[in-house]
């Protein structure tokens, strides 16, 4: 798979920097800042949380990595943990039948593709390099690392910026299903936008100081929240009001009062906009219930 380095979309200008810089303070008000975040609780731990260490092996992170796809993490780890404990080394696993290593990770799913692919990957190291190791990316730049591990079958961008991010500790955001859908949610890129130019898009955008905590607050968040969970359906249980809703509409009533004479009114006490416009122009008349005829929906 070849690693584009396109805008896929020039003219869209969010997210900006601001906006990111927005959603990190929201979402880091219910969910805690990843990068200084001291203890998770297990079940909010995801995977790549897990291989953020800067001892992990380059390989390590990307076997992980693979085992983690299509997979929820408790069963991912699970599934690590269970092949380490079985196969100390990686030329081990490499020299293995296939259905034995295919055993201890069970738990993670399509156990016969991604034990293909994790020995083909040793195999093409060993034939090339003479070890099972992936240690000599840690020189390269992003876009030589992409490259690189772009090439192995079963390794694509989401992968690699994955592997760059947590293990390689480079300034990458890694696009998965939740960051993608919420990307989208939040208009940050066009409805109809793929995983792939998502992936594409928020890179560009993002700022690199930001990617790190925005990425792992959106994943987290889309496990959590009633309004941003696939289906409406939280895997974990939802912690209150989505911060992000909660944003978009101080955001629109600050607009609002920006656009309008009785700013301290509509920032302060919280009336909807169309009655702080009828006390500024006619007399106070609340017994029609508000809103007059210019009724607005609140999100
Ligand atoms: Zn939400």
Redesign the pocket.
């Known amino acids: 798979m070849t690693v584009a380095a396109s805008e896929p979309y020039p003219s869209h200008k969010k997210p900006s920097s601001e906006d990111c810089a927005e959603a990190v303070t929201a979402l880091a008000s219910m969910h805690g800042l990843p990068s200084v975040r001291h203890k998770v609780k297990e079940e909010s731990k995801t995977v790549l949380e897990e291989c953020h260490s800067t001892t992990e092996s380059v390989l390590d992170s990307l076997v992980k990595t693979i085992l983690s796809q299509n997979t929820t993490d408790v069963q991912s780890s699970k599934g690590f943990r269970a092949l380490k404990a079985v196969y100390p080394t990686w030329d081990a696993v490499r020299l293995a039948p296939a259905a034995a290593v295919e055993a201890p990770v069970k738990s993670c799913g399509l156990a016969e593709i991604k034990v293909a692919r994790i020995q083909s990957i040793l195999n093409t190291l060993m034939e090339e390099k003479g070890e099972c190791t992936l240690e000599y990316v840690r020189k390269m730049s992003e876009e030589e690392v992409k490259t690189e591990l772009c090439r192995f079958n079963g390794v694509g961008p989401k992968t690699a910026a994955c592997v760059l991010m947590f293990t390689l500790g480079r300034a990458e955001f890694p696009v998965d299903t939740h960051v993608w859908r919420?990307s989208k949610q939040q208009g940050w890129v066009p409805a109809a936008a793929t995983r792939e130019t998502t992936y594409e898009h928020m890179n560009k955008r993002v700022p690199d100081e930001l990617k790190y905590d925005l990425h792992c607050l959106l994943v987290e968040?889309g496990k959590r929240?009633?309004?941003?969970a696939k289906g409406g359906k939280p895997r974990f249980t939802p912690l209150g009001e989505?911060?992000?809703?909660a944003l978009a509409r101080a955001k629109k009533q600050k607009k609002r009062a920006a656009g309008s004479p009785a700013r301290s009114l509509a920032t302060t006490d919280g009336k909807k906009p169309a009655e702080v416009r009828a006390i500024k122009t006619e007399p106070v008349d609340f017994s029609s219930g508000g809103g007059g005829g210019e009724a607005e929906i609140e999100s």
């Open positions: 919420i968040h929240c009633l309004n941003c989505c911060p992000l809703v």
